[in-house]
Protein backbone atom coordinates (compact mmCIF):
# COMPACT_ATOMS: atom_id res chain seq x y z
CA UNK A 1 0.00 0.00 0.00
CA UNK A 2 1.48 3.75 -1.20
CA UNK A 3 1.31 6.00 1.69
CA UNK A 4 1.21 9.32 -0.49
CA UNK A 5 -1.70 11.36 0.34
CA UNK A 6 -2.56 13.93 -2.53
CA UNK A 7 -4.47 17.33 -1.26
CA UNK A 8 -6.06 17.67 1.91
CA UNK A 9 -3.68 14.73 3.34
CA UNK A 10 -0.47 14.41 1.93
CA UNK A 11 2.60 12.58 2.43
CA UNK A 12 2.83 12.29 6.28
CA UNK A 13 6.53 13.06 7.89
CA UNK A 14 7.31 12.26 11.15
CA UNK A 15 10.52 13.11 13.45
CA UNK A 16 13.53 10.80 14.11
CA UNK A 17 13.94 9.93 17.85
CA UNK A 18 16.64 8.87 19.93
CA UNK A 19 16.41 5.03 21.11
CA UNK A 20 13.87 4.46 23.76
CA UNK A 21 10.51 2.55 23.36
CA UNK A 22 7.05 2.97 23.75
CA UNK A 23 3.53 1.06 24.04
CA UNK A 24 2.54 2.03 20.43
CA UNK A 25 2.41 -1.16 18.09
CA UNK A 26 2.45 -0.77 14.29
CA UNK A 27 0.83 -3.28 11.70
CA UNK A 28 1.68 -3.50 8.34
CA UNK A 29 5.40 -2.13 8.15
CA UNK A 30 8.20 -3.34 6.37
CA UNK A 31 9.17 -6.13 8.34
CA UNK A 32 6.35 -7.12 9.79
CA UNK A 33 7.41 -6.67 13.09
CA UNK A 34 6.03 -4.12 15.77
CA UNK A 35 7.61 -0.62 15.28
CA UNK A 36 9.23 0.85 19.17
CA UNK A 37 9.38 4.44 19.77
CA UNK A 38 8.81 6.50 22.98
CA UNK A 39 6.76 9.40 22.91
CA UNK A 40 4.50 9.24 20.04
CA UNK A 41 1.58 11.34 19.54
CA UNK A 42 -0.97 11.96 17.05
CA UNK A 43 -1.59 15.77 15.79
CA UNK A 44 -5.41 16.26 13.99
CA UNK A 45 -6.27 19.76 12.78
CA UNK A 46 -10.01 20.67 12.90
CA UNK A 47 -10.36 18.92 9.16
CA UNK A 48 -9.63 15.70 10.15
CA UNK A 49 -5.81 15.71 8.76
CA UNK A 50 -3.70 13.27 10.82
CA UNK A 51 0.06 13.11 11.61
CA UNK A 52 1.73 10.68 13.61
CA UNK A 53 4.93 12.13 14.88
CA UNK A 54 7.82 11.34 17.88
CA UNK A 55 8.57 13.63 19.99
CA UNK A 56 12.12 14.97 20.97
CA UNK A 57 13.21 16.76 24.65
CA UNK A 58 13.87 19.71 23.02
CA UNK A 59 10.19 19.67 21.12
CA UNK A 60 7.42 22.51 22.01
CA UNK A 61 4.10 23.23 20.78
CA UNK A 62 5.37 25.23 17.89
CA UNK A 63 7.78 22.95 16.70
CA UNK A 64 5.42 20.66 16.08
CA UNK A 65 2.88 23.22 14.78
CA UNK A 66 5.64 24.14 12.70
CA UNK A 67 6.10 19.86 11.32
CA UNK A 68 2.20 20.08 10.84
CA UNK A 69 2.74 22.85 8.37
CA UNK A 70 5.21 21.43 6.48
CA UNK A 71 3.67 18.09 6.48
CA UNK A 72 0.55 18.49 5.01
CA UNK A 73 0.44 22.30 4.33
CA UNK A 74 -2.03 23.20 6.83
CA UNK A 75 -2.07 26.76 8.41
CA UNK A 76 -1.16 27.54 12.12
CA UNK A 77 -1.03 30.90 12.17
CA UNK A 78 -3.86 31.96 14.93
CA UNK A 79 -4.26 28.38 15.92
CA UNK A 80 -3.54 26.37 19.37
CA UNK A 81 -2.26 23.36 19.83
CA UNK A 82 -4.67 21.53 22.49
CA UNK A 83 -4.85 18.61 24.28
CA UNK A 84 -8.45 17.16 25.82
CA UNK A 85 -9.13 20.51 27.89
CA UNK A 86 -5.14 22.00 28.00
CA UNK A 87 -4.33 24.59 26.09
CA UNK A 88 -0.44 23.75 25.27
CA UNK A 89 1.39 27.61 25.29
CA UNK A 90 4.89 25.72 24.95
CA UNK A 91 6.18 22.83 26.74
CA UNK A 92 5.13 19.42 26.01
CA UNK A 93 6.74 17.39 28.77
CA UNK A 94 3.68 16.27 30.23
CA UNK A 95 2.40 14.54 27.12
CA UNK A 96 2.00 10.68 27.64
CA UNK A 97 2.94 8.24 24.95
CA UNK A 98 -0.03 7.54 22.45
CA UNK A 99 -1.56 11.26 23.20
CA UNK A 100 -4.12 12.50 20.70
CA UNK A 101 -3.58 16.44 19.77
CA UNK A 102 -5.80 18.73 18.16
CA UNK A 103 -4.61 21.72 16.24
CA UNK A 104 -7.61 24.13 16.40
CA UNK A 105 -8.66 27.88 15.91
CA UNK A 106 -8.89 30.61 18.44
CA UNK A 107 -8.13 34.25 19.31
CA UNK A 108 -4.68 33.26 20.39
CA UNK A 109 -1.67 34.72 18.84
CA UNK A 110 1.73 32.94 18.06
CA UNK A 111 3.97 34.30 21.63
CA UNK A 112 6.90 35.98 20.02
CA UNK A 113 9.43 35.17 23.42
CA UNK A 114 9.41 31.52 22.45
CA UNK A 115 11.53 30.32 19.27
CA UNK A 116 9.80 28.60 16.93
CA UNK A 117 12.71 26.25 16.15
CA UNK A 118 12.28 24.76 12.54
CA UNK A 119 13.02 20.90 11.94
CA UNK A 120 15.97 20.37 9.47
CA UNK A 121 15.84 19.11 6.06
CA UNK A 122 17.06 15.50 6.94
CA UNK A 123 14.43 15.01 9.22
CA UNK A 124 11.70 16.51 7.18
CA UNK A 125 12.36 13.83 4.52
CA UNK A 126 12.13 11.23 6.68
CA UNK A 127 8.39 9.76 6.58
CA UNK A 128 5.93 8.14 9.44
CA UNK A 129 7.03 4.85 9.00
CA UNK A 130 3.95 3.65 10.74
CA UNK A 131 1.62 0.84 9.17
CA UNK A 132 -1.55 1.26 7.77
CA UNK A 133 -3.27 0.74 11.24
CA UNK A 134 -1.46 1.64 14.08
CA UNK A 135 -3.16 1.21 17.81
CA UNK A 136 -3.05 3.81 20.20
CA UNK A 137 -2.79 3.18 23.46
CA UNK A 138 -1.95 -0.47 24.33
CA UNK A 139 -2.28 -1.96 27.04
CA UNK A 140 -3.33 -5.62 28.75
CA UNK A 141 -7.27 -4.28 27.61
CA UNK A 142 -6.58 -4.87 24.02
CA UNK A 143 -4.66 -8.35 23.79
CA UNK A 144 -8.02 -9.30 21.32
CA UNK A 145 -7.91 -6.55 19.25
CA UNK A 146 -3.86 -7.12 18.86
CA UNK A 147 -5.07 -10.07 16.75
CA UNK A 148 -8.12 -8.85 14.94
CA UNK A 149 -6.25 -6.18 13.61
CA UNK A 150 -3.53 -8.58 12.09
CA UNK A 151 -6.44 -10.54 10.83
CA UNK A 152 -7.93 -7.40 9.15
CA UNK A 153 -4.12 -6.74 7.53
CA UNK A 154 -3.47 -10.08 6.35
CA UNK A 155 -6.94 -9.61 4.42
CA UNK A 156 -6.27 -6.29 2.96
CA UNK A 157 -2.52 -7.44 1.53
CA UNK A 158 -4.57 -10.50 -0.05
CA UNK A 159 -6.97 -7.91 -1.67
CA UNK A 160 -9.79 -7.57 0.60
CA UNK A 161 -11.18 -4.12 0.94
CA UNK A 162 -13.48 -2.74 3.86
CA UNK A 163 -16.87 -1.66 2.38
CA UNK A 164 -18.85 1.07 3.54
CA UNK A 165 -21.35 0.58 6.06
CA UNK A 166 -24.76 2.76 4.67
CA UNK A 167 -27.16 3.24 7.70
CA UNK A 168 -26.44 5.72 10.74
CA UNK A 169 -25.15 9.54 10.61
CA UNK A 170 -21.89 8.89 10.18
CA UNK A 171 -19.06 7.35 8.28
CA UNK A 172 -18.72 3.66 9.05
CA UNK A 173 -16.56 0.98 7.27
CA UNK A 174 -16.58 -2.82 8.25
CA UNK A 175 -13.48 -4.24 8.05
CA UNK A 176 -12.76 -7.84 7.00
CA UNK A 177 -11.25 -11.12 7.27
CA UNK A 178 -9.20 -13.04 4.33
CA UNK A 179 -12.53 -14.88 3.75
CA UNK A 180 -14.53 -11.80 3.10
CA UNK A 181 -16.64 -11.76 6.53
CA UNK A 182 -16.94 -8.61 8.56
CA UNK A 183 -14.86 -8.72 11.59
CA UNK A 184 -14.61 -5.23 12.79
CA UNK A 185 -16.43 -1.82 12.72
CA UNK A 186 -14.05 1.48 12.23
CA UNK A 187 -15.77 4.81 12.74
CA UNK A 188 -13.39 7.49 12.10
CA UNK A 189 -13.83 10.79 14.33
CA UNK A 190 -13.23 13.44 11.31
CA UNK A 191 -16.57 11.49 9.47
CA UNK A 192 -19.06 11.70 12.63
CA UNK A 193 -22.20 13.96 12.60
CA UNK A 194 -21.17 17.09 11.97
CA UNK A 195 -17.61 16.52 10.94
CA UNK A 196 -15.81 17.79 8.40
CA UNK A 197 -15.59 14.84 6.33
CA UNK A 198 -18.78 12.98 6.89
CA UNK A 199 -19.96 11.34 4.19
CA UNK A 200 -23.73 11.59 4.24
CA UNK A 201 -24.23 15.18 4.60
CA UNK A 202 -23.90 16.03 8.24
CA UNK A 203 -20.97 18.38 8.08
CA UNK A 204 -20.80 21.88 9.08
CA UNK A 205 -18.62 22.23 12.50
CA UNK A 206 -15.13 21.50 13.10
CA UNK A 207 -13.70 18.87 15.39
CA UNK A 208 -14.12 20.29 18.97
CA UNK A 209 -17.43 21.96 18.54
CA UNK A 210 -20.62 20.85 20.13
CA UNK A 211 -21.93 18.10 17.72
CA UNK A 212 -25.33 16.00 18.24
CA UNK A 213 -25.87 16.36 21.92
CA UNK A 214 -24.48 19.82 23.12
CA UNK A 215 -22.52 18.09 25.70
CA UNK A 216 -20.20 15.60 23.33
CA UNK A 217 -17.93 17.56 20.72
CA UNK A 218 -17.84 16.43 17.56
CA UNK A 219 -14.64 13.71 16.97
CA UNK A 220 -14.65 13.04 20.44
CA UNK A 221 -17.31 9.94 20.12
CA UNK A 222 -14.37 7.41 19.16
CA UNK A 223 -12.68 7.49 22.99
CA UNK A 224 -16.33 7.06 24.37
CA UNK A 225 -16.46 4.02 22.60
CA UNK A 226 -12.93 2.76 24.27
CA UNK A 227 -14.19 3.85 27.50
CA UNK A 228 -17.19 1.87 27.83
CA UNK A 229 -15.53 -0.99 26.85
CA UNK A 230 -12.56 -0.15 29.67
CA UNK A 231 -15.59 0.16 31.67
CA UNK A 232 -17.08 -2.87 31.36
CA UNK A 233 -14.91 -5.30 33.65
CA UNK A 234 -14.94 -8.23 33.31
CA UNK A 235 -17.17 -7.77 30.25
CA UNK A 236 -20.59 -7.86 33.03
CA UNK A 237 -22.38 -6.05 29.74
CA UNK A 238 -20.60 -7.75 26.88
CA UNK A 239 -19.39 -4.51 25.49
CA UNK A 240 -17.04 -5.91 21.81
CA UNK A 241 -14.08 -5.36 23.17
CA UNK A 242 -12.91 -1.79 21.37
CA UNK A 243 -9.72 0.78 20.45
CA UNK A 244 -8.30 3.92 19.35
CA UNK A 245 -6.15 3.79 16.10
CA UNK A 246 -4.54 5.51 13.60
CA UNK A 247 -5.70 3.52 9.82
CA UNK A 248 -4.69 4.38 6.60
CA UNK A 249 -6.83 3.52 3.64
CA UNK A 250 -8.15 4.53 0.52
CA UNK A 251 -11.89 4.06 1.76
CA UNK A 252 -12.21 6.56 3.90
CA UNK A 253 -14.01 9.84 2.72
CA UNK A 254 -12.23 12.85 2.19
CA UNK A 255 -15.44 16.08 1.15
CA UNK A 256 -14.09 17.77 -1.98
CA UNK A 257 -14.86 21.05 0.17
CA UNK A 258 -12.67 21.10 3.15
CA UNK A 259 -10.38 23.43 2.62
CA UNK A 260 -11.58 23.86 -1.02
CA UNK A 261 -9.10 20.83 -1.99
CA UNK A 262 -9.85 18.63 -4.85
CA UNK A 263 -9.53 15.36 -4.46
CA UNK A 264 -8.78 11.90 -6.73
CA UNK A 265 -10.72 9.16 -6.08
CA UNK A 266 -8.95 5.93 -4.53
CA UNK A 267 -6.06 8.05 -2.24
CA UNK A 268 -4.67 6.56 0.77
CA UNK A 269 -6.13 9.16 3.98
CA UNK A 270 -5.51 8.33 7.56
CA UNK A 271 -7.89 8.90 9.91
CA UNK A 272 -8.05 8.85 13.93
CA UNK A 273 -11.30 6.24 14.26
CA UNK A 274 -12.52 3.69 17.23
CA UNK A 275 -12.00 -0.14 15.37
CA UNK A 276 -14.75 -2.68 17.38
CA UNK A 277 -15.02 -6.21 17.08
CA UNK A 278 -17.91 -7.04 14.70
CA UNK A 279 -20.35 -9.43 16.59
CA UNK A 280 -22.61 -11.55 14.01
CA UNK A 281 -25.87 -11.41 15.22
CA UNK A 282 -28.95 -12.43 14.21
CA UNK A 283 -31.14 -8.86 14.13
CA UNK A 284 -31.09 -6.04 16.64
CA UNK A 285 -33.49 -5.13 19.71
CA UNK A 286 -36.20 -3.12 17.48
CA UNK A 287 -36.94 -5.94 15.20
CA UNK A 288 -37.87 -8.21 18.33
CA UNK A 289 -40.30 -7.41 21.09
CA UNK A 290 -37.94 -7.45 24.85
CA UNK A 291 -40.33 -10.34 26.61
CA UNK A 292 -37.93 -12.75 25.91
CA UNK A 293 -34.65 -10.56 26.84
CA UNK A 294 -33.05 -12.73 29.84
CA UNK A 295 -33.31 -10.39 33.06
CA UNK A 296 -29.48 -10.48 34.06
CA UNK A 297 -28.71 -9.22 30.25
CA UNK A 298 -30.65 -6.28 30.53
CA UNK A 299 -29.89 -5.27 34.12
CA UNK A 300 -26.30 -5.54 32.97
CA UNK A 301 -26.36 -3.37 30.30
CA UNK A 302 -28.64 -0.71 32.12
CA UNK A 303 -26.10 -0.88 35.25
CA UNK A 304 -23.83 0.10 32.33
CA UNK A 305 -25.56 3.02 31.08
CA UNK A 306 -26.50 4.55 34.11
CA UNK A 307 -22.50 4.76 35.31
CA UNK A 308 -22.00 6.05 31.73
CA UNK A 309 -24.85 8.60 31.65
CA UNK A 310 -25.73 6.59 28.33
CA UNK A 311 -27.47 9.47 26.51
CA UNK A 312 -28.49 7.43 23.40
CA UNK A 313 -29.56 3.46 24.32
CA UNK A 314 -31.95 2.90 21.86
CA UNK A 315 -33.08 -0.74 20.28
CA UNK A 316 -31.08 0.09 17.27
CA UNK A 317 -27.69 -0.36 19.29
CA UNK A 318 -28.79 -3.33 20.97
CA UNK A 319 -27.81 -6.92 18.93
CA UNK A 320 -29.80 -9.69 19.61
CA UNK A 321 -27.97 -13.19 18.98
CA UNK A 322 -29.94 -16.20 19.19
CA UNK A 323 -28.84 -19.08 21.68
CA UNK A 324 -29.73 -22.86 21.89
CA UNK A 325 -33.39 -23.23 22.05
CA UNK A 326 -34.36 -24.71 25.38
CA UNK A 327 -37.59 -26.17 25.39
CA UNK A 328 -40.05 -24.26 23.33
CA UNK A 329 -38.42 -21.07 24.15
CA UNK A 330 -35.22 -19.67 22.19
CA UNK A 331 -33.08 -17.88 24.39
CA UNK A 332 -31.27 -14.21 23.67
CA UNK A 333 -28.50 -12.33 24.05
CA UNK A 334 -27.76 -9.06 24.25
CA UNK A 335 -24.85 -7.11 22.99
CA UNK A 336 -24.81 -3.21 23.57
CA UNK A 337 -22.66 -1.60 20.90
CA UNK A 338 -22.74 2.48 20.11
CA UNK A 339 -21.45 4.47 23.17
CA UNK A 340 -20.08 7.18 21.37
CA UNK A 341 -22.57 9.70 23.17
CA UNK A 342 -22.08 8.15 26.45
CA UNK A 343 -19.82 10.36 29.17
CA UNK A 344 -20.92 13.93 28.05
CA UNK A 345 -19.65 16.63 29.94
CA UNK A 346 -22.92 17.52 31.83
CA UNK A 347 -26.00 16.51 32.45
CA UNK A 348 -28.80 16.37 29.97
CA UNK A 349 -31.46 14.41 29.22
CA UNK A 350 -29.99 10.32 28.88
CA UNK A 351 -32.00 8.39 26.54
CA UNK A 352 -32.82 4.31 28.16
CA UNK A 353 -34.56 1.85 26.02
CA UNK A 354 -35.10 -0.38 28.80
CA UNK A 355 -36.41 2.18 30.96
CA UNK A 356 -39.88 0.67 30.40
CA UNK A 357 -39.20 -3.11 30.21
CA UNK A 358 -40.54 -5.49 32.58
CA UNK A 359 -36.78 -6.58 33.01
CA UNK A 360 -36.03 -3.55 34.46
CA UNK A 361 -38.53 -3.52 37.01
CA UNK A 362 -37.50 -6.70 38.71
CA UNK A 363 -35.54 -6.35 41.77
CA UNK A 364 -31.51 -6.65 41.21
CA UNK A 365 -29.91 -10.19 42.08
CA UNK A 366 -27.24 -10.86 44.66
CA UNK A 367 -24.27 -11.35 42.09
CA UNK A 368 -25.76 -7.69 40.75
CA UNK A 369 -25.76 -5.69 43.82
CA UNK A 370 -22.52 -7.27 44.72
CA UNK A 371 -20.80 -6.27 41.39
CA UNK A 372 -22.24 -2.66 42.38
CA UNK A 373 -21.43 -2.46 45.33
CA UNK A 374 -17.37 -3.20 44.64
CA UNK A 375 -17.41 -0.53 41.92
CA UNK A 376 -14.89 2.52 42.20
CA UNK A 377 -15.44 5.68 40.38
CA UNK A 378 -12.49 6.80 41.45
CA UNK A 379 -9.88 4.10 40.42
CA UNK A 380 -12.39 4.09 37.51
CA UNK A 381 -11.58 7.86 36.66
CA UNK A 382 -7.53 7.03 37.33
CA UNK A 383 -7.85 4.36 35.03
CA UNK A 384 -9.38 6.04 32.35
CA UNK A 385 -6.72 9.84 32.70
CA UNK A 386 -3.95 6.85 32.10
CA UNK A 387 -5.72 4.65 29.30
CA UNK A 388 -7.54 7.74 27.56
CA UNK A 389 -5.23 10.97 28.16
CA UNK A 390 -7.55 12.81 25.59
CA UNK A 391 -10.63 12.53 28.02
CA UNK A 392 -12.33 15.68 29.31
CA UNK A 393 -12.44 16.05 33.49
CA UNK A 394 -15.81 17.05 33.00
CA UNK A 395 -16.75 13.63 31.55
CA UNK A 396 -14.95 11.76 34.68
CA UNK A 397 -16.94 13.49 37.14
CA UNK A 398 -20.25 12.64 35.01
CA UNK A 399 -18.87 8.82 35.80
CA UNK A 400 -18.00 9.56 39.23
CA UNK A 401 -21.31 11.27 39.92
CA UNK A 402 -23.36 8.45 38.22
CA UNK A 403 -21.89 5.84 39.39
CA UNK A 404 -21.96 7.50 43.27
CA UNK A 405 -25.73 8.02 42.33
CA UNK A 406 -25.94 4.22 41.00
CA UNK A 407 -24.56 2.39 43.99
CA UNK A 408 -26.73 4.57 46.15
CA UNK A 409 -29.84 3.75 44.68
CA UNK A 410 -29.04 0.12 44.76
CA UNK A 411 -27.98 -0.15 48.30
CA UNK A 412 -31.45 1.91 49.00
CA UNK A 413 -33.43 -0.59 47.38
CA UNK A 414 -34.16 1.32 43.77
CA UNK A 415 -34.76 -1.26 40.70
CA UNK A 416 -33.35 -0.27 36.83
CA UNK A 417 -36.21 1.38 36.27
CA UNK A 418 -36.64 3.68 39.11
CA UNK A 419 -32.96 4.75 39.03
CA UNK A 420 -33.35 5.66 35.12
CA UNK A 421 -36.53 7.42 35.42
CA UNK A 422 -34.67 9.51 38.45
CA UNK A 423 -32.36 10.60 35.75
CA UNK A 424 -34.55 10.96 33.24
CA UNK A 425 -36.47 14.64 32.34
CA UNK A 426 -39.61 14.67 32.16
CA UNK A 427 -42.32 16.22 29.71
CA UNK A 428 -45.26 18.36 31.05
CA UNK A 429 -47.39 21.19 30.33
CA UNK A 430 -45.40 21.55 27.10
CA UNK A 431 -42.00 21.51 28.93
CA UNK A 432 -39.44 19.95 29.43
CA UNK A 433 -39.20 19.52 33.54
CA UNK A 434 -35.49 19.18 35.43
CA UNK A 435 -34.86 15.21 36.29
CA UNK A 436 -34.37 14.15 39.99
CA UNK A 437 -31.24 13.90 39.78
CA UNK A 438 -30.65 17.09 38.67
CA UNK A 439 -32.86 18.29 41.21
CA UNK A 440 -30.32 16.58 43.75
CA UNK A 441 -27.23 18.38 41.75
CA UNK A 442 -29.28 22.09 41.99
CA UNK A 443 -29.64 21.69 45.30
CA UNK A 444 -26.23 20.36 46.41
CA UNK A 445 -25.06 23.30 44.48
CA UNK A 446 -27.35 25.98 46.45
CA UNK A 447 -25.78 24.13 50.02
CA UNK A 448 -22.13 24.80 48.76
CA UNK A 449 -23.06 28.27 48.24
CA UNK A 450 -24.48 28.83 51.47
CA UNK A 451 -21.44 27.34 53.67
CA UNK A 452 -19.39 30.34 51.59
CA UNK A 453 -17.73 28.75 48.98
CA UNK A 454 -19.55 31.59 46.87
CA UNK A 455 -19.11 29.62 43.46
CA UNK A 456 -21.74 31.90 41.80
CA UNK A 457 -19.81 35.05 43.20
CA UNK A 458 -16.41 34.04 42.38
CA UNK A 459 -17.67 33.46 38.62
CA UNK A 460 -18.95 36.39 38.08
CA UNK A 461 -22.29 34.89 38.05
CA UNK A 462 -22.00 33.78 34.76
CA UNK A 463 -20.82 29.88 34.65
CA UNK A 464 -23.28 27.31 36.27
CA UNK A 465 -22.67 23.55 36.93
CA UNK A 466 -25.78 22.93 35.58
CA UNK A 467 -27.46 23.98 32.04
CA UNK A 468 -30.11 26.88 34.12
CA UNK A 469 -30.41 30.51 32.62
CA UNK A 470 -28.91 32.69 34.96
CA UNK A 471 -33.04 34.60 34.95
CA UNK A 472 -34.32 31.77 36.36
CA UNK A 473 -31.81 31.23 39.20
CA UNK A 474 -33.30 33.79 41.45
CA UNK A 475 -36.65 31.49 42.02
CA UNK A 476 -34.35 28.04 42.28
CA UNK A 477 -30.54 28.39 43.77
CA UNK A 478 -31.23 30.48 46.57
CA UNK A 479 -31.94 29.91 50.43
CA UNK A 480 -35.47 29.34 50.25
CA UNK A 481 -35.48 26.36 48.03
CA UNK A 482 -35.43 23.18 50.55
CA UNK A 483 -36.16 19.52 50.03
CA UNK A 484 -39.80 20.34 49.65
CA UNK A 485 -38.94 21.51 45.86
CA UNK A 486 -38.33 17.59 45.75
CA UNK A 487 -42.05 17.12 46.29
CA UNK A 488 -42.95 20.12 44.55
CA UNK A 489 -41.69 19.02 40.76
CA UNK A 490 -41.31 22.63 40.06
CA UNK A 491 -38.76 24.63 37.70
CA UNK A 492 -39.67 26.17 34.78
CA UNK A 493 -41.69 28.97 34.59
CA UNK A 494 -42.88 31.29 31.36
CA UNK A 495 -43.55 29.93 27.62
CA UNK A 496 -39.99 29.18 26.86
CA UNK A 497 -38.84 26.35 25.42
CA UNK A 498 -36.71 23.39 26.61
CA UNK A 499 -33.37 24.72 24.93
CA UNK A 500 -33.52 28.49 26.69
CA UNK A 501 -33.91 26.93 30.47
CA UNK A 502 -30.69 24.82 29.78
CA UNK A 503 -28.26 26.24 28.33
CA UNK A 504 -24.65 23.93 28.63
CA UNK A 505 -22.36 24.47 31.16
CA UNK A 506 -19.51 22.08 32.12
CA UNK A 507 -19.10 19.87 36.00
CA UNK A 508 -15.39 20.96 35.39
CA UNK A 509 -15.94 24.61 35.98
CA UNK A 510 -15.66 23.69 39.85
CA UNK A 511 -12.54 23.47 41.72
CA UNK A 512 -11.34 20.65 43.59
CA UNK A 513 -12.31 21.89 46.46
CA UNK A 514 -15.52 22.66 45.77
CA UNK A 515 -16.29 19.18 43.85
CA UNK A 516 -15.06 17.16 46.87
CA UNK A 517 -17.84 19.42 49.15
CA UNK A 518 -20.25 19.22 46.26
CA UNK A 519 -20.39 15.63 46.49
CA UNK A 520 -20.41 15.22 49.99
CA UNK A 521 -23.89 17.60 49.62
CA UNK A 522 -24.86 15.42 46.78
CA UNK A 523 -24.26 12.08 48.86
CA UNK A 524 -26.30 14.16 51.72
CA UNK A 525 -29.23 14.77 49.14
CA UNK A 526 -30.05 11.25 48.06
CA UNK A 527 -31.35 9.63 50.35
CA UNK A 528 -34.67 11.63 50.77
CA UNK A 529 -35.09 11.93 46.85
CA UNK A 530 -35.11 8.29 46.87
CA UNK A 531 -37.72 8.31 49.35
CA UNK A 532 -39.99 10.75 47.87
CA UNK A 533 -39.78 9.06 44.53
CA UNK A 534 -40.62 5.76 45.70
CA UNK A 535 -43.82 7.73 47.60
CA UNK A 536 -44.61 9.65 45.23
CA UNK A 537 -44.51 7.03 41.82
CA UNK A 538 -46.46 4.29 44.04
CA UNK A 539 -49.68 4.01 42.25
CA UNK A 540 -48.43 6.67 39.71
CA UNK A 541 -49.24 6.20 35.96
CA UNK A 542 -46.54 6.00 33.02
CA UNK A 543 -45.44 9.82 33.58
CA UNK A 544 -44.62 11.23 29.66
CA UNK A 545 -40.83 11.88 28.83
CA UNK A 546 -39.03 13.66 26.25
CA UNK A 547 -36.14 11.75 25.29
CA UNK A 548 -35.30 10.99 21.96
CA UNK A 549 -31.95 8.83 20.10
CA UNK A 550 -29.84 9.99 17.80
CA UNK A 551 -29.64 6.67 16.17
CA UNK A 552 -25.92 6.96 16.43
Known amino acids: MSHKLDGLVHTQMAVAVSSG ?3 CECYGNVRGTPVRRRRRVFVQTETGCVLGMDLDRSDNAHTVKRRLQLALNVPTDERSLTFGDVILKNDLSAI ?7 LTKNVMHRSLSTPCLSPTGRILQQRDQSGPIEILGCSSHCARTKELVKVIMKAIKNGVDPIPVHGGLGGAYYFRNSRGESVAIVKPTDEEPFAPNNPKGFVGKALGQPGL ?5 VGETGFREVAAYLLDYDQFANVPPTVLVKITHSIFNVNDDVNGNNFESRKNVSKIASLQQFIPHDFDASDHGPSSFPVATVHRIGILDIRIFNTDRHAGNLLVQKLNRVGGFCQMELIPIDHGLCLPESLEDPYFEWIHWPQASIPFSEDELE ?16 ELPMIREACLRVLVLCTIFLKEAASFGLCLSEIGEMMSREFSRQEEQPS ?8 AKRMIANSDMSVFEAKGGEDYMFDIDSEDLEGVLFPQMSLDFLNKGLFCSGSKGASDHYPLSMLADMSKEEWILFLEKFKELLYPAFANHRSSSTGQIQRQRLGTSCQF
Open 96 to 102: QNDSQLL
Open 21 to 23: SSN
Open 436 to 443: ELEVVCIE
Open 371 to 386: YIKNLDPVCDSDMLRK
Open 213 to 217: KPSVR
